[in-house]
C-alpha cells in the first residue's frame, strides 16, 4: 500500500516500510527556516509511532540536501527569546531524529552545509552523489556548529580531528567525506544505491537493527543533550561577536569575511 502525506515544505511517501522524507524549499536550497524544522519534527514524531514503518530516508532534491540554517532566520532572531526558541527548536529536531525508533538514511546531493550537515550526521547511515558537497562551515560565519554536530563530529572522527574539520571550514568533495569518515558511501547514481541499501535493509531482521541503535541511543542521550545546550549558549555568545556581524555581512555581499578575534 502506498500513501502520501503532503506539507508544502515537507513531503513524506510510504511505501513498503520505508518512509521517504523530502525537504521541498527548492528556492532556498532547502535552507532550514523555523516552518522546514518544526514541520519535519512534527512528521519524525508521528513516524516514530507508526508501526508499518522500519526505515526512514532524508533527502532534498538533485541541487541540494540542504544548504543550512536559513541566514533570514538568523538575522530576524534579534532578540533572545527568539534565538533560545530557534535553537530549542533545532535540538528538538535533532534529538528526534537521532532517537528515531527506526533505522535512518541520508540521501545527499548537492549541499549539505552548516545544520543540513548536522541534520544528516544525525543518521544512521549516510550515502551521497558524487556531485556532493559538504561542508562544516559555520565557522565563515563567525559561529560555532550546532544541531550536534561537536557530539556527531566527535563520535565520527575523534577530538583532534574533530576540531581540525570545524576549524577549517572547507568545502569538502563526497569523496574527501568518505575518506575522512564522515559518511558511509558514494554513488554515481545514489537513487540506485539507495535502492540497493534499502533491499539490504529490508532483507535483515530490522527489529534487532533498531534494537541495537537504541541501546547506543540511551548510552549517549545524556552526552548530546548537554553538547547542544552548550551549542545553544555557545552560540548565543558567539553572536554577539563582531566577527559573527562581519562574517553575515559579508556573506550577504558576496565577498570574503575580515575576521579580527573580537
Keep these: ?29 532547502n535552507s532550514l527556516n523555523m516552518d522546514l524544522i518544526k514541520g519535519l519534527t512534527a512528521k519524525l514524531k508521528e513516524i516514530s ?5 522500519d526505515i526512514v530516508v532524508l533527502t532534498g532534491n538533485e541541487r541540494s540536501f540542504s544548504s543550512g540554517g536559513d541566514i533570514k532566520m538568523m538575522l530576524q532572531a534579534t532578540n533572545e527569546s527568539d534565538f533560545y526558541s530557534a535553537m530549542d527548536s533545532i535540538n528538538e529536531l535533532v ?4 532517537s528515531l525508533p527506526k533505522l535512518s538514511i541520508s540521501a545527499i546531493s548537492g549541499s549539505a552545509a552548516g545544520l543540513g550537515l548536522s541534520i544528516a550526521l544525525a543518521t544512521d547511515y549516510i550515502l551521497a552523489a558524487e556531485n556532493s558537497k559538504l561542508a562544516m562551515n559555520f565557522i565563515g560565519i563567525g559561529l560555532v556548529p550546532d544541531g550536534g554536530a561537536h557530539f556527531f563530529l566527535e563520535k ?7 576540531k581540525q574539520l570545524i576549524w577549517e571550514g572547507k568545502v569538502m568533495t563526497a569523496d ?15 537513487m540506485d544505491a539507495l535502492n540497493k541499501k534499502l533491499e539490504e535493509y529490508l532483507k ?41 556581524k562581519e562574517g553575515v555581512r559579508a556573506f550577504v555581499e558576496k565577498r570574503k569575511p575580515q575576521f579580527k578575534g573580537k
Design 204 to 244: 535483515k531482521p530490522v527489529q534487532a537493527m533498531i534494537k541495537t541503535k537504541k541501546i547506543m541511543v540511551e548510552k549517549n542521550r545524556p552526552q548530546l543533550l548537554k553538547i547542544l545546550e552548550l551549542e545553544k549558549y555557545a552560540q548565543h555568545k558567539m553572536r554577539q561577536t563582531e566577527d559573527h
Design 156 to 162: 565520527k572522527l575523534g577530538e583532534d580531528q574533530a
Design 176 to 190: 574527501e567525506a568518505l575518506q575522512k569518515g564522515l559518511i558511509h558511501e558514494v554513488a554515481p547514481n545514489y
Design 1 to 29: 500500500m502506498k500513501t502520501n502525506i503532503e506539507s508544502n515544505i515537507v513531503l513524506v511517501n510510504v511505501k513498503d516500510r520505508v518512509a521517504t522524507i523530502q525537504l521541498n524549499r527548492p528556492e532556498s536550497l
Design 95 to 98: 534529538m528526534t531524529l537521532y
Design 49 to 53: 509511532i507508526t508501526d508499518d514503518i
